[in-house]
């Protein structure tokens, strides 16, 4: 019985004796014949005999004439990407952006020894003929260049930008991949590629609007970089982004800047990914250097690892050079050693244990002194660094385990796979120190910080999967289990804790330390070598697969032949002569339904492209189908794929429901029908209140009405009841006792203290359900919201002046539930912010509009002003009445309004706009006394002296009529209405009357 590498069995049809010859080595022996399709090997038997010379031995790499033939055809169809010429990228130039109002800098050239002059001179040449530079008269920016001698004796210019460009450029951002994630990708991979893209960064163009920023200042003048020279600060995140552009959409395919590696779970896959790497680069015009790049190879190298189908291994050359550094001198030189070691960090359990006593070096204000313990910790890591360890590649596929623990000074995890035969292999692992403070914690607190480091340094592995966490310190198993509630006395960073981990999915189990030893290492020897080399009768170096589908076409066949409904549909699609529909049994209609679809192939029957599964074989197939567990929709795609039988979605539903594995893994019920909370009447009436933080270094309690809406947020220096009480208590006395308070389940909230203090406010406390925070959700959702807010606002000012800030602005926006702002429903009006300056006040409004009147009134208008005792004529609005009547003024009631006394009607309210001058008693005397030309009518002088201005006042000896009492208006005796005796006296000249003049536009 022969047994193959994974330790199937594996019968052989027989044994013949054959004679091997190789070279001058003869031999007669076994060779035994077993019934699978796979070429000869030697096995241990035959070595023994016939000695192979190792040393001459090249790797050989087991690729089928056919696929050699293939690769050389795609090598061959995409010759043109190994071209020795320099590549030009398309569709895709860079860009370089520099600071506003940033300054030129204009650097000389720095000497060159004059051993390197002529290759210098050489490499510019043969640059400006491949139009990578172009030499310039004159430029505001010059970069010195920095020769770098290559392995083959030529130079590199290298322009140090660091002193010019990169001081003032805006700097692409652009994320670099990272290598845990290409790593984690790779799983299933049986065979790789590398390829390396010639003179990378030199095969893409920039703007020229940009050009003028990469000038270099040489011996032989200036130049300027047409490509995107190596040294620019932007360049590592142009050329990830283009090549990430360049790649897009293609599977198995990665890229680390210029390093491209494919893998694929099989040869057919891995050449047609290959293909369509290649015809990608082509399409874009990049070339690609082709005694660098490696095919169809069962490991590679590639950023400092060795990957193969088994996983990750170290690199020998890396692990060398760290192997045989020597002891370092200084803190510079330790921080090189470490950060060469830190690189594979994943390899190294309990690496930061095993480093305490050279990270106690690195502290600020520590004398350096290389000790024992220094000296032992340097061996200990190199010693570890050489182990044979190999991580697994990351397989979405199979189960994840996580161990942790802890130690006096460090904390340690370690993330594995579990296997199907049980083994454990690793994935990653790592380890962190601990501060002096997280020292002092109790010995359960640093076991749960062991798990909380551990989810967080693997999350990216971890979130969304469900996993297994593994500890030897039993307390915590009910601590943070996903099933239990946290015990109200346990400290609050252990309630923390077990907050952060209720975000993922994970069953905790407890491990006794002896079987805990790669997560225990961190104070005991490190994890041993885990896998056993499995021995076989005749060891074999050839993997076959050998299970085969449990189901095959030859039982579907059979099946098929042996069942009554389905024979007859056979007989019926060969024929052709189907049944009318009504003739046809319950059996038959669903297949008449789909009868232009029916086929026949190899006795099998068809549905398009799906076989026909006889009802016997149901079962088998609907496991087949759930093997890996999938839900109904994807089981449902899958079935589409290959199978097809009458009522083939109900039993795929009932069978994926009915799954006892997925029934015990299944996600929580649905949510159930919301109930909010009944709307108060009235502000202030139940309030909901939650701690937010810590957050910049504070925490902050959060106060929300529930009928308006209105938050309030203190920072606090302090959690604790007694500070929670304080601050309610300033909020009472603002806005009044509230009937309801609402929270979570918080310490300081379920503590006697808060009690007894709303008990004697009479404030009924009601307490959200244990890890239900939407029963809290007003508190909850502003808690988002304010947070959200800070940190979008950070750096704009003190954390208090952005809190009112952001409290201002939320307080005045209507809010989403009540459309109203909650300052107008708590206050009852709008608060006054920055933004009321946008918006013209209504006052603002009346007072330019009565300005703009009064102008108006002004242009036509005089401002007439009269005194008491003087006559005047008032408008009369007794009906049958003159216009005017004759009145005297009494008394001046306002800037426009006078009272008048017009005789027997009494005294009258009037506007100075309803009053006119009437001429003065005296001086119509003195007019009828004067002598009247004879062309002028007494009636013409009447009417001018009523129609016009009065003359100019006398000199001041004479006494105006407004000085007499007021009792002198009120006499009985009736006003004189006009001159009565004008008879005699003739002027001797006209009268002359003077009027304003006229301007044109005062209308």
Known sequence: MLKTYTGEPLAPEGVIKVQVKLNKQCADLPLYVVKVDAPPLFGREWLRVIKLNWKDLKTVHAIERREKDNLKTVLKRHSAVFSTELGTMKQIKATLTVRPNSVPKFCPPRNVPYALRPRVEAELKRLTELGVISPLENSEWATPVVPVIKKDGTVRLCGDFKVTLNQVLCVDRYPIPRIEDIFASLAGGQHFSKLDLSNAYLQMEVEEKCRKLLTISTQKGLFRFNRLPFGVASSPGLFQKAMDQVLLGLPYTHCYLDDILISGPDEQTHLKALDSVLGRLEEYGLHLKQEKCLFFQESVEYLGHIIDAAGLHKSPEKVRAIVEAPAPCDVSQLRSFLGMLNYYGRFIPDLATVLKPLNELLNKGKQWQWTVDCESAFQKAKALLVSQEVLTHYNPELPLRL??????????????????????????????????????????????????????????????????????HRPLTSILSPVKSTPSMAAARMQRWALLLSAHEYTIQYRKGALHANADGLSRLPLSHTHKEKLGAVEVFYTSELDTLPVSNTEIKRDTLSDPTLSRVQEIVSTGRFPAAKDAGEELSPYLLSRHDLTIQQGCLMWGMRVIVPPKLHPRVLKELHTAHPGVVRMKSLARSYVWWPGIDSQIELHAKSCPPCQSVQKAPGLAPLHPWMWPFSPWERIHVDFAGPF???????????????????????????????????????????????????????????????????????????YHPATNGLAERFVRTFKQALKSSKGTGMVQQRLDTFLLAYRNIPHTTTTETPAML??????????DFLKPSVAGTVHRSQDAQQQRRHQHSKDRQFDVGDPVLVRDYRKGEEKWTQGTVVEKTGPVSYRVNVGVPGVWKRHVDQMLTRPDPELQQTAVNLSLPEDLSQSDICTTLHSKTPPPQEPDDRVPQHTESPQTHQSTEPPQTGVTAVTETVRRYPVRITQPPVRYGTE
């Open 696 to 770: 910049e270094g504070h925490m902050y309690l959060i106060t929300v009405d529930a009928h308006s809406k209105w938050p309030e947020v203190h920072i606090m220096d302090s959690t604790t009841a007694s500070k929670t009480i304080q601050v309610l208590r300033g909020l009472f006395s603002r806005h009044g006792i509230p009937h309801i308070l609402v929270s979570d389940n918080g310490p300081q909230f379920c503590s006697e203290e808060f009690s007894a203090f709303l008990k004697s406010n009479g404030v009924k406390h009601i307490c959200s359900a244990p």
């Open 403 to 472: 161990a942790c623990d802890a130690s006096p000074y460090g904390v340690g995890a370690v993330l594995s796979h579990a296997m199907p035969d049980g083994e454990e292999r690793p994935i990653a692992y790592a380890s962190r120190t601990l501060s002096k403070a997280e020292q002092n914690y109790a010995q359960i607190e640093r076991e749960a910080l062991a798990i909380v480091f551990g989810v967080r340094k693997f999350h990216q592995y971890l979130y969304g999967n469900k996993f297994t966490l593994l500890t030897d």
């Open 826 to 835: 708590f206050l009852g009006r709008r608060l006054r912010s920055r933004l």
